[in-house]
């Protein structure tokens, strides 16, 4: 079973501030993919990473991937109330085709006004 | 293009109480998927199709848990009897094909979810 390893679990932060989330494995992972999921949605795709070292920008957001793909990160910078949400990522497994997604447990995003 | 249509949103049921939900994915899209979301946590696969077949229901528990998706189209999840830890948000989800998740025409679309409260 590959685990993904989330962290923080829960952060706060005023608007405006910067922030860094982390997505952890000891698996190395075809490729990565992060969601945002608001209240009573489902998650909606933001972003996959495939190549080991890879940096992604969407916007105020940038996403990397680890050169062992192994893990992931994503920063925020200059954070909006509109960011809030539950930060998910997860993995394909290292062996392509029809894998399920592995997912973390999330990072919940508030951004206070 | 509408998106994957999930239903009901909310049922509540008492332990030992059958349920199903129901899920119409993004027409087209060949590979549907249902996951179940507990509280806190991320979502779990239980249960995948390509087209009326299933690749992957490793963690579907089967003693209770039953999935069909007979014409390749709409599919149904069904729990009998519910338990108390299975309320959870069941999402359903879909994409063109059951490639590579990387690859854009892999991309998978999920439903707003079916909320399970079982008492």
């Known amino acids: 079973t590959q685990l993904l390893e989330q962290s923080p679990q829960f952060l706060s932060i005023q608007e405006g501030e910067n922030l860094t989330v982390y997505c952890n494995s000891s698996s190395v992972f075809s490729s990565l993919q992060w969601y945002r999921q608001e209240p009573g949605e489902g998650p909606v795709l933001l972003v996959t990473v495939v190549t080991g070292g890879e940096v992604k920008k969407l916007k105020r957001l940038t996403f990397q991937f680890g050169d062992a793909r192994k893990d992931s990160s994503l920063h925020i910078t200059a954070a909006q109330p509109g960011d809030t949400g539950l930060y998910l990522c997860?993995?394909?497994?290292?062996?392509?085709?029809?894998?399920?997604?592995?997912f973390g447990k999330g990072t919940h995003l508030i951004i206070q006004p | 293009e509408a998106g994957v249509a999930q239903s009901p949103r909310y049922k509540i049921i008492e332990k030992r109480q059958s349920v199903a939900f129901w899920c119409n994915p993004i027409?087209?899209?060949?590979?549907l998927y249902w996951y179940q979301q507990i509280l806190g946590q991320g979502p779990k696969l239980l249960i995948q199709f390509q087209n009326n077949g299933v690749v992957d229901d490793s963690q579907l528990p089967k003693d209770r848990f039953s999935a069909e998706r007979l014409k390749g189209v709409d599919s149904t999840l069904k729990i009998q009897p519910a338990k108390l830890e299975d309320s959870a948000v069941y999402l359903c989800a879909s994409s063109l094909t059951d490639g590579i998740p990387s690859l854009p025409g892999n991309t998978i679309y999920f439903g707003e979810g079916s909320w399970l409260t079982v008492v």
């Open positions: 997860a993995g394909a497994g290292s062996g392509g085709g029809a894998d399920g997604l592995t």
């Open positions: 027409s087209g899209h060949a590979t």
